[in-house]
C-alpha cells in the first residue's frame, strides 16, 4: 500500500477521494496572478500527483485568471474517470492583481462558464462558493442571495455538489436550507484553529472540511515544538503539519498546493503515524500563537 492510500478516504459529493489531495493554486505565477515560471514543471507536477493516486484537485478560474484551470486541462484532459476537480467561484481579479467579491448572478454565471471551458468539462464536480464579505476571514452575514442563485445552476445541470469557503458555521446552517453542501473550505491548520467545533459538527453530519492554508499559506509555519517532533520522527515539519491534521478528525480532506515536485513528492508523504504523545504537543502548538 503506498503511503497515499494510507491517508484513507472520505466520501466528497458522491465520489470517495484519497485524503491526501493536490491544491493548484501555487502552479499560477507570484501573488496568484499570471502564468507559472515554469510552466513544463507545473504540467509534470499534475501529471505526477494523478500518476502518485491523488484524485482530488482544488482549482479556481480565478487563480491567474484563468492559468491553472488550463494547465489542468492541458496535463490531464481526459481526466482519469476516479478525478474529482473541485472549482471555486464568487471572486474576480483585477487588473492590478487583487481580489474582488463577484457575486451578482452575470458574475457567478459567467465563472461556471469559464470553469467549465477552461477545464474541458460538461458539468463541474463540485463548486465552492467563496464568501467574500470580508476576503481574509468569516464574517456573519447572509449567504442566501449567491447560494440560491448557484442552486440555480446546480438545477440546470452544471453543476454536481456545492460546497462553501470563507464561512461561519451559521452560514452553513443557512446553506443547508438553501442546497445540500457536500465541504467546507476554511483556513485551518496547527496553529489556526478557529473551526475545532465546526470540524467536528461536519464530522458528525458526514461533510468533507477541507481546510486551505494546511501549512500557513503565504506566511509558513514555524513552530520549535513541530521542528522538534519531525526530527524525533526523521519527517519534515510540513509533513508533520500535514499528519496532524489527516489526525484531527476523519473528514478532513487536504490539497496542499506546491509547484515542485520535490515539495510535491514530500507532501504525498505525509501520512504518517503519530504516537499520542507527539498529538498532545502538537496540540499545543495553537495555545502558544
Same mark, same amino acid.
Given at each position: 500500500?503506498?503511503?497515499?492510500?494510507?491517508?484513507?478516504?472520505?466520501?466528497?459529493?458522491?465520489?470517495?477521494?484519497?485524503?491526501?489531495?493536490?491544491?493548484?493554486?501555487?502552479?499560477?505565477?507570484?501573488?496568484?496572478?499570471?502564468?507559472?515560471?515554469?510552466?513544463?514543471?507545473?504540467?509534470?507536477?499534475?501529471?505526477?500527483?494523478?500518476?502518485?493516486?491523488?484524485?482530488?484537485?482544488?482549482?479556481?478560474?480565478?487563480?491567474?485568471?484563468?492559468?491553472?484551470?488550463?494547465?489542468?486541462?492541458?496535463?490531464? +484532459?481526459?481526466?482519469?474517470?476516479?478525478?474529482?476537480?473541485?472549482?471555486?467561484?464568487?471572486?474576480?481579479?483585477?487588473?492590478?492583481?487583487? *481580489?474582488?467579491?463577484?457575486?451578482?448572478?452575470?458574475?457567478?454565471?459567467?465563472?461556471? +462558464?469559464?470553469?467549465?471551458?477552461?477545464?474541458?468539462?460538461?458539468?463541474?464536480?463540485?463548486?465552492?462558493?467563496?464568501?467574500?464579505?470580508?476576503?481574509?476571514?468569516?464574517?456573519?452575514?447572509?449567504?442566501?442571495?449567491?447560494?440560491?442563485?448557484?442552486?440555480?445552476?446546480?438545477?440546470?445541470?452544471?453543476?454536481?455538489?456545492?460546497?462553501?469557503? &470563507?464561512?461561519?458555521?451559521?452560514?452553513?446552517?443557512?446553506?443547508?436550507?438553501?442546497?445540500?453542501?457536500?465541504?467546507?473550505?476554511?483556513?485551518? &491548520?496547527?496553529?489556526?484553529?478557529?473551526?475545532?467545533?465546526?470540524?467536528?459538527?461536519?464530522?458528525?453530519?458526514?461533510?468533507?472540511?477541507?481546510?486551505?492554508?494546511?501549512?500557513?499559506?503565504?506566511?509558513?509555519?514555524?513552530?520549535?515544538?513541530?521542528?522538534?517532533?519531525?526530527?524525533?520522527?526523521?519527517?519534515?515539519?510540513?509533513?508533520?503539519?500535514?499528519? *496532524?491534521?489527516?489526525?484531527?478528525?476523519?473528514?478532513?480532506?487536504?490539497?496542499?498546493?506546491?509547484?515542485?515536485?520535490? +515539495?510535491?513528492?514530500?507532501?504525498?508523504?505525509?501520512?504518517?503515524?503519530?504516537?499520542?504523545?507527539?498529538?498532545?504537543?502538537?496540540?499545543?502548538?495553537?495555545?502558544?500563537?
Amino acid at each position: 500500500m503506498s503511503n497515499i492510500d494510507q491517508s484513507s478516504s472520505f466520501t466528497l459529493g458522491d465520489s470517495s477521494v484519497k485524503r491526501l489531495g493536490y491544491g493548484a493554486m501555487q502552479l499560477a505565477g507570484p501573488g496568484v496572478f499570471g502564468p507559472p515560471k515554469d510552466h513544463d514543471m507545473a504540467v509534470a507536477v499534475l501529471r505526477e500527483a494523478v500518476a502518485s493516486g491523488v484524485n482530488h484537485i482544488d482549482t479556481s478560474d480565478f487563480y491567474g485568471p484563468h492559468v491553472t484551470n488550463r494547465l489542468i486541462r492541458e496535463a490531464l +484532459h481526459p481526466y482519469n474517470d476516479d478525478l474529482v476537480i473541485v472549482t471555486k467561484i464568487g471572486a474576480r481579479r483585477d487588473t492590478d492583481a487583487s *481580489w474582488i467579491p463577484a457575486f451578482s448572478r452575470e458574475e457567478l454565471t459567467q465563472a461556471v +462558464h469559464d470553469n467549465l471551458r477552461n477545464l474541458g468539462l460538461d458539468v463541474l464536480d463540485v463548486v465552492n462558493l467563496r464568501i467574500m464579505l470580508n476576503p481574509h476571514h468569516p464574517t456573519e452575514g447572509s449567504i442566501e442571495a449567491p447560494l440560491t442563485i448557484l442552486a440555480d445552476l446546480q438545477r440546470q445541470g452544471l453543476i454536481r455538489h456545492i460546497g462553501l469557503s &470563507n464561512v461561519t458555521a451559521k452560514q452553513v446552517a443557512e446553506g443547508r436550507k438553501i442546497a445540500e453542501i457536500v465541504c467546507v473550505q476554511n483556513q485551518y &491548520n496547527l496553529a489556526h484553529r478557529a473551526d475545532d467545533a465546526l470540524i467536528d459538527q461536519l464530522a458528525r453530519d458526514g461533510t468533507a472540511y477541507v481546510p486551505f492554508f494546511p501549512l500557513g499559506g503565504f506566511t509558513p509555519l514555524q513552530s520549535t515544538t513541530l521542528s522538534q517532533v519531525a526530527a524525533r520522527l526523521g519527517a519534515t515539519p510540513m509533513q508533520v503539519a500535514l499528519a *496532524w491534521l489527516l489526525h484531527r478528525a476523519p473528514n478532513i480532506l487536504l490539497i496542499p498546493g506546491t509547484s515542485s515536485l520535490e +515539495h510535491l513528492r514530500q507532501n504525498l508523504a505525509a501520512a504518517l503515524v503519530l504516537p499520542d504523545h507527539e498529538i498532545a504537543k502538537l496540540d499545543g502548538i495553537a495555545d502558544a500563537a
